[in-house]
């Protein structure tokens, strides 16, 4: 299995992507959204990506589709580093790479009716005929499961979840390769997460897509990422395969989010490790480990030497200074956490 991983090609590379936003309120400030980030998604897989609110994720994501330009790093897509791309480069590039939003009534256009709003990037992309583009927008809508007499509505004429595959369909116009798929069921009830999941997964299955899944959501990061990293407050502290990090998670962070969810057995009696401390301001980032203000194992040398993510094996990476001696400490309770599935 791990030689076909190694086989498989990388579809995107991170490097050391850096993201500081000017601090209007202290000159010769910066707010580090994303701070020194750094992994790689194969073709075929999807990358979960998952960390609290306000954590840098979607910063990260429109990083990589050079919404944003980074102040250090790089990103390269199918081994072409895109982090700099302007004009007709970057266009080429983005029909290859979508995304698909949080909020499927804010990222659609309410003056546009549904067949607009699917056939807009075959607009921009200047794509066949209208002929053309009216078959390829009816193929979009059987693809994704929206009835071809929806067309002509406006997208406060339908729910949460028809919007949502409005969304997914205008994503798939340009037959992309990669799509971001940005808390892209966290605006939807159960019933419909579960539904646009299944979608979304033969979506993969049929049409080879990569998936760089982000949500805060352990159980459903868990339901459909081959591989999850792990993201605080700017930086990346631990990266494996899902089985991996949700058996044997080694980072302190990682350990705290997987208690907390939700375990469907009355019997399991889970005392659930609350954080200690704040999360630290954005104008007042710590030194060393930026974890160690609230975790319960830090020492001397995690206030002062930031830890750098290691190979540990098995695909497993982690950025922690006593990720070897924890074992003992978070073992007790491994065995219960992350049983909840979507």
């Known amino acids: 299995m791990k030689q076909e991983e190694e086989k498989r090609e990388i579809i995107l590379e991170v490097k050391d992507v850096k993201k500081w936003f000017p601090n209007a309120m202290r000159k010769k400030s910066f707010v580090k959204a994303v701070d020194g980030v750094s992994f790689c998604i194969r073709r075929g897989e999807t990358f979960g990506l998952v960390g609290e609110s306000g954590c840098g994720k979607s910063t990260l994501s429109r990083l990589i ?64 005929t ?20 929806l067309l ?53 299955k049929d049409l080879s897509l990569t998936y760089l899944f982000i949500s805060h959501n352990l159980s459903v990061v868990k339901y459909v990422s081959d591989t999850i990293g792990v993201m605080y407050f700017g930086h990346i502290v631990e990266i494996a395969p899902k089985e991996e990090l949700f058996s044997n998670c080694r980072h302190p962070y990682t350990y705290a989010l997987l208690s907390a969810v939700p375990v469907p057995d009355p019997d399991d009696k889970i005392q ?36 750098k993510l290691t190979d540990i094996g098995n ?28």
């Open 272 to 307: 659930m490790d609350a954080l200690k401390g704040d999360v630290p301001s954005l104008f007042d980032v710590p030194g060393g480990c930026i974890f160690h203000t609230r975790c319960p194992y830090a020492s001397e040398d995690c206030k002062y030497k930031e830890p």
């Open 152 to 204: 002509t509505r406006m997208p406060h004429q339908l729910s949460g979840g028809q919007r949502q595959r409005v969304s997914i369909a205008r994503s798939l116009a340009l037959n992309p390769e990669f799509v971001i798929c940005d808390e892209a069921v966290s605006a939807l009830d159960v019933s419909m997460q579960a539904q646009i999941l299944n979608l979304l997964g033969r979506l993969q």
């Open 315 to 342: 695909g497993h990476q982690v950025a922690c200074h006593k990720y070897d001696t924890l074992e003992l400490k978070l073992a007790g309770r491994r065995n219960s956490v992350g049983k909840g599935e979507a």
């Open 65 to 128: 589709l050079s919404l944003y330009k980074p102040t250090e790093g790089q990103v390269f897509y199918r081994g072409e580093n895109i982090s700099h791309l302007s004009g007709a480069r970057l266009r080429n590039v983005r029909r290859e790479m979508q995304v698909i939003f949080q909020d499927p009534y804010e990222s659609l256009d309410p003056y546009l009716d549904i067949e607009e709003i699917i056939r807009e990037p075959l607009d921009i992309h200047k794509y066949g």
């Open 130 to 149: 209208k002929e053309q583009k009216r078959e390829r927008v009816e193929e979009l809508c059987s693809l994704v499961g929206i009835p071809t007499n």
